[in-house]
């Protein structure tokens, strides 16, 4: 999706924090500029600093990398300790997969492999807590690529379970969400990821990559239709906030 930038000026902007050089927002990225947002991007990893507050921006993604947030890297720390911005400021904060791990490690939390060395690269199964049906309804197999996993933190509350790493969706506070999988994967990042770490799918548990594209043809429009609602839920459409701002002053 090309987008002029003169098109994003004026727009409420969303704070995207990526991880590699080549990394992008995804499928994620797409539906917010479509829901009238502007995406700052932002990679700490190569120098770009993070906001002393989101007084200029509607929310906040952390997406994935290779990277651990157990790594000494202080980039990593510089991220994990930020995310107390979004928290403290009740902003709207979506962590995903590594995202996902620095929110749990900042609240205090364990991020760990799985005890038996299974990793999980591929489709999943993926089972609702009451509480997480409540909120919306959720598919039932997501893709995810990971080896490591996190902690349910105190005051957290589950919104989804897997198998072989139980905390797969939590939500802290009234806007802050973490999820393990990739909702915002598109097909050419498949491409991309099973080409550039194929050796990760002989990890214990990994999928082959054949059913890695057979399973986004069953199960990817679900997976899709889960993140509409996400989005809707977690930060509406641009002209909406917009107005609440108005409002409010």
């Keep these: 999706m090309i987008i002029d930038p003169k098109e994003m000026q004026g727009r409420p902007k969303v704070l995207i924090v990526l991880h590699q050089e080549t990394s992008t927002p995804g499928r994620v990225g797409q539906e917010l500029i479509k829901r009238g947002f502007a995406l700052d991007i932002r990679r700490p990893r190569f120098g770009d600093l993070l906001p002393e507050t989101l007084d200029d921006h509607e929310g906040a993604v952390i ?106 969706a939590m939500r802290y506070g009234p806007a802050a969400y973490g999820i393990q999988f990739h909702p915002e994967l598109t097909y050419h990042m498949m491409v ?15 999928r082959s990559r054949r059913d890695h594209f057979a399973g986004r043809f069953v199960f990817d429009p679900a997976v899709k239709a889960w993140l509409d609602a996400f989005l809707d839920h977690w930060i509406g459409h641009a002209n909406d906030r917009t107005a609440l701002a108005d409002a409010a002053q």
């Design 192 to 206: 991309r990821w099973t080409t550039r770490a194929a050796p990760r799918m002989e990890l214990p548990g990994a």
């Design 63 to 168: 997406f994935g990398g290779p990277m651990s947030a157990n790594d000494t890297d202080a980039f990593i720390h510089r991220e994990t300790d930020w995310i107390e911005v979004p928290l403290k400021e009740k902003k709207p904060f979506l962590g995903i997969c590594l995202g996902a791990q620095m929110m749990a490690r900042h609240l205090g939390a364990r991020v760990t492999s799985h005890h038996d060395g299974l990793v999980e690269i591929g489709y999943y199964d993926l089972h609702p807590t009451e509480t997480g049906k409540g909120l919306l309804p959720w598919p039932t197999k997501v893709y995810q690529w990971h080896r490591e996993g996190f902690e349910l933190p105190a005051g957290a509350e589950l919104l989804a379970r897997g198998d072989a790493y139980p905390n797969q």
